[in-house]
């Protein structure tokens, strides 16, 4: 049985490894440009293909995801308690949304949390990305994402071997939200009304209003393309 202390030092060494800002760092290598000054200006894979291009971007996801998939296989492969590895990926996620290097800004987690997952179980996560999938298309990521998470803990905690998943899933809900709601300044400098709207906008569509559908989006362009034809 290994030392505590063993336990507390991989916990740390996760932090800093899911530290490490790989949307900023790819962002300046690829564009030049401040991750931080862009977009919806935080470190994620969907700021950098937004803003600075698909490759750049698919290229920040996976390395986001390999840090939350490489310190859940290391706890698992160094035997260590299943709780340990669990609060592995977790503070992996942490260190991604307040990253050390980069003055305790990041990004909200979710590629980094689906590596942990993946780690646990690759058909849990197959699950848990079908309804993020399914509001990409027809309505706004942000949505699928609550909704991912839910039956993600649900099936993860009552389905056999996907425990361990489940309960990252669950554990990761604080930071992910309390990410959503960044920047907080905003929020406390806005009157009473706006402080509800922004709040309520930003927990459910991580944004400050709300998103159009995008299949009533579709069915516009197409009338208009026969209007014009």
Known sequence: ????????????????????????????????????????????????????????????????????????????????????????GVSAIFGH????????????????????????SPTLL???????????????ASIGTILSLIVGIFFGLTVENWQLGGLLLAASLLPVFIKRLSPLTEISKATSDKKRELIENRLLFDQDSVPPFRINILKKTKKEDNIQK
């Not at 530290?19 to 700021?47: C, R």
């Not at 949304?97 to 646990?120: C, D, E, H, P, Y």
């Open 1 to 88: 049985m290994l030392p505590t202390i063993f336990y507390l030092l991989f916990i740390i060494f996760s932090y800093l490894l899911g530290s490490i800002p790989f949307s900023y760092l790819i962002t300046k290598i690829f564009s030049k440009k401040n991750v931080f000054e862009v977009g919806w200006k935080k470190s994620s894979a969907s700021n950098v293909t937004k803003n600075v291009g698909k490759v750049p971007g698919i290229l920040a996801f996976l390395l986001d995801g390999a840090k939350g998939f490489l310190v859940v296989y290391l706890a698992q492969q160094l035997g260590l308690p299943p709780y340990i590895q669990v609060l592995s």
């Open 97 to 120: 949304n307040w990253s050390i290097f980069v003055g305790g800004k990041g990004g909200r987690g979710l590629a980094t949390l689906a590596g942990g997952v993946l780690a646990f």
């Open 126 to 140: 197959i699950i848990v990305l079908i309804p993020w999938i399914i509001f990409a298309i027809i309505w706004t």
